[in-house]
């Protein structure tokens, strides 16, 4: 699964949840670009003035890239490390190396 700490994508994950909770389907489709369907014309219309006009700081810069690199480094190595312990094969390996 893709995780993003993006505010907008945790919204549209929120929404799309309360969406299916309410009982109703949520289809999600890929729209091919420039392919002249007027709402994703208009979509990227919207978007192209947002980003050229909207002077906003990036999220990312409340924290340093350095400690986003640790953060994702060690998240990635625990859940490695859960799948390594809970596997049912390399057990030889494991007498050898018992953490990844």
Request: include cysteine.
């Amino acid at each position: 699964m893709l995780v993003s700490y993006h505010p907008l994508a945790h919204e549209a994950r929120r929404d799309i949840f309360e969406i299916v909770a309410e009982g109703r389907a949520v289809r999600l489709f890929w729209v091919r670009a420039h392919a002249g369907i007027a709402d994703n014309e208009r979509a990227d219309k919207l978007a192209r003035r947002a980003a050229l006009t909207k002077k906003m700081a990036a999220d990312y810069d409340k924290f340093p890239l350095s400690y986003a690199k640790k953060v994702i480094r060690a998240a990635s190595l625990e859940e490695w490390q859960e799948q390594y312990a809970e596997g049912s094969t390399g057990e030889s390996t494991k007498c050898f190396f018992s953490r990844v």
